[in-house]
């Protein structure tokens, strides 16, 4: 008769990706995932099948708990106050991380996404979905004639999501919510 599990996989995953967003991929050992989730190695490896596996589950587990985009913005009336509010949330989550823990999208871009093509490929679907949902609102937006005729839908949604994926990178050093309040509003004067 097999053993049952005496922990909890689901709030092991939740604490593990505590802690990798908390620390990374690379400072986080198996013993410390060990203490954190407290459970046994050989318990980690049979339920996630080790520390590469287990971030890849703690990765879509970050998307699963995420803020709905595309939702919000498709559904704006007007549009450009809802594109606005996003970027302005942006920095303001990213002025106010006491934790400096970033996003863990971001965080696995610049650790890990150079040299590991699975992660790469989830960084880019998740990048993938919020410049469509920008551009997709932004041509909502410029049909309604809330955006400037001349104005190009996708150009503007790419610019959008760098300044913000750049606003979680400097968030995660910097003591200065100007930085990134200033770096909003202008970006956000790119729309008028």
């Avoid at 620390?23 to 339920?47: C, F, N, P, Q, W």
């Avoid at 998307?63 to 919000?72: Q, S």
């Avoid at 309604?144 to 968030?171: N, S, Y």
Wanted: overall charge negative; aromatic content about 6%; some cysteine.
């Amino acid at each position: 008769m097999a053993r049952s599990k005496e922990f909890d996989p689901d709030a092991a995953l939740h604490r593990a990706m505590g802690l990798f967003w908390e620390k990374g991929y690379e400072a986080t050992s198996m013993a410390d995932l060990v203490e954190h989730l407290g459970i046994g190695r050989a318990s980690i490896y049979a339920t996630f099948g080790g520390k590469s596996e287990l971030y890849l589950r703690a990765y879509d587990r970050y998307l699963e708990n995420g803020t709905d985009i595309a939702g919000p913005l498709g559904r704006a009336d007007p549009v450009l106050p809802a594109v606005r509010a996003l970027v302005e949330r942006f920095a303001h989550e990213s002025a106010h991380d006491t934790a400096r823990r970033g996003c863990f999208v971001v965080n696995t871009a610049v650790e890990l996404a150079p040299h590991d093509a699975r992660l790469a490929r989830r960084v880019e679907a998740n990048w993938d979905a919020i410049e469509s949902a920008l551009a997709l609102a932004l041509e909502r937006a410029r049909d309604r004639g809330e955006l400037a005729a001349d104005k190009d839908p996708r150009a503007l949604a790419r610019f959008l999501l760098t300044v913000m994926q750049g606003m979680r990178v400097i968030g995660k050093s910097s003591t200065d919510p100007a930085r990134l309040h200033d770096t909003a509003a202008q970006a956000l004067s790119v729309l008028t």
